[in-house]
């Protein structure tokens, strides 16, 4: 084992700090890398604060590392020293299950392991993410970065880009489909990127005015504001895909409203409670509201080959370390434009 520096919450009600965290060494089938970014996703905020239930402490949040293989184990092909290299939500799963045998480990039946708060099954605990210096991790977990993409906006695809990615793949948006991507933030700036590249006609639609420049330069054809009920009429049964990466509980039902018979819409951001959904909705014209996770890894590269091939990646602003809790602040008050991505060079040299 190896002591690493990381950054971790001790507890739901305290601030991010230094201390020192374990690392497993290299077994046969491992990739040892070092940690060059990591970018901070609202669900690292989720689990300090252990909004969710279920946090164990020390918290080392991170699961959109970047970094370059330092060693490898002797079973490992696919990967050598100084390879660029990710790490997403996920380091390891049953591999046995139906749904790892499909590339869907991120549905694991017997659990995925996460990248960090996961059961910790080689030196027992929990996992510990990528606001750390150091990470070990199972070669079939390891992703390859495209070497002509910026690797520190490359961070947040791992969970960003591949929880947009995923929905419109497997309910394959194709050109000319009219794509609504709802909600403009992490998420929804690598939706409309995404669409945009796969030939859709995109509709940013948000209730803030005042992101329709934005959402027109990172892709989008139109902006619709959705406290228009006029504009939203408009619109109605015209969308053959509806992204929807509204981090909290609302109502669905304007949204429905806007899908064509048969079309679907997909939740990616909230995991809680929503408001009624009125059955006539969805029944009247067969539409459907259907939920999305990430990705498995083999789709996960697929989404980083297609980003290589198009020259995508995320919007993001570079913090140090130590700057990590007020930009948990500034997250919490939409106040970044997308993502943070922490310069790991920081806590080497702090």
């Given at each position: 084992m190896s002591e690493v520096k990381a950054y971790a919450a001790k507890k739901e009600s305290g601030d991010l700090s230094q201390i020192e965290i374990e690392r497993r060494e290299t077994?046969?089938?491992?990739?040892?890398?070092?940690?060059?970014?990591?970018?901070?996703?609202?669900?690292d905020i989720h689990t300090v604060q252990n909004d969710w239930g279920g946090a164990m402490y020390p918290v080392v949040p991170g699961h959109e590392i970047i970094g370059r293989v330092t060693r490898v184990g002797d079973n490992v092909k696919d990967f050598k020293k100084g390879d660029l290299v990710g790490v997403g939500c996920m380091v390891d799963s049953c591999q046995t299950c139906a749904s790892c045998k499909e590339d869907l480990e991120q549905y694991c039946e017997n659990g995925a392991t996460m990248t960090y708060?996961?059961?910790?099954?080689?030196?027992?605990?929990?996992?510990?993410?990528?606001?750390?210096?150091?990470?070990?991790?199972?070669?079939?977990?390891?992703?390859?970065?495209?070497?002509n993409l910026d690797e520190k906006a490359v961070a947040p695809l791992l969970c960003a880009g591949i929880t947009t990615y995923s929905p419109l793949r497997q309910w394959d948006v194709k050109k000319g489909d009219k794509v609504g991507v709802i909600g403009l933030g992490g998420l929804g700036h690598m939706g409309i990127k995404f669409a945009h590249a796969m030939g859709a006609h995109v509709v940013m639609i948000t209730t803030s005015p005042g992101k329709a420049e934005d959402a027109k330069k990172l892709g989008a054809d139109e902006v619709l504001?959705?406290?228009?009920?006029?504009?939203?009429?408009?619109?109605?049964?015209?969308?053959?895909?509806?992204?929807?990466?509204i981090p909290v509980g609302h109502d669905t039902n304007p949204y429905i409203n806007l899908l064509k018979r048969d079309a679907t819409m997909v939740?990616?951001?909230?995991?809680?409670?929503?408001?009624?959904?009125?059955?006539?909705?969805?029944?009247?014209?067969?539409?459907?509201?259907?939920?999305?996770?990430?990705?498995?890894?083999?789709?996960?590269?697929?989404?980083?080959d297609f980003c290589g091939e198009h020259d995508i990646v995320s919007d993001v602003e570079m913090i140090d370390i130590e700057e990590i809790n007020t930009a948990y602040t500034r997250v919490k008050d939409n106040d970044v434009k997308y993502r943070f991505v922490i310069d790991m060079k920081s806590l080497k040299e702090s």
């Open positions: 077994t046969k089938d491992d990739v040892a890398i070092e940690i060059t970014y990591c970018g901070v996703c609202h669900s708060n996961g059961e910790d099954k080689h030196l027992g605990g929990h996992t510990f993410g990528g606001y750390s210096e150091s990470i070990v991790v199972n070669q079939k977990f390891v992703l390859t970065i495209p070497e504001i959705s406290k228009n009920e006029e504009e939203m009429e408009k619109h109605a049964n015209s969308f053959d895909f509806l992204l929807n990466t939740l990616v951001g909230a995991i809680e409670p929503l408001d009624p959904i009125h059955g006539g909705g969805l029944v009247l014209k067969r539409k459907r509201l259907a939920g999305s996770l990430i990705g498995g890894i083999k789709e996960t590269q697929e989404m980083l």
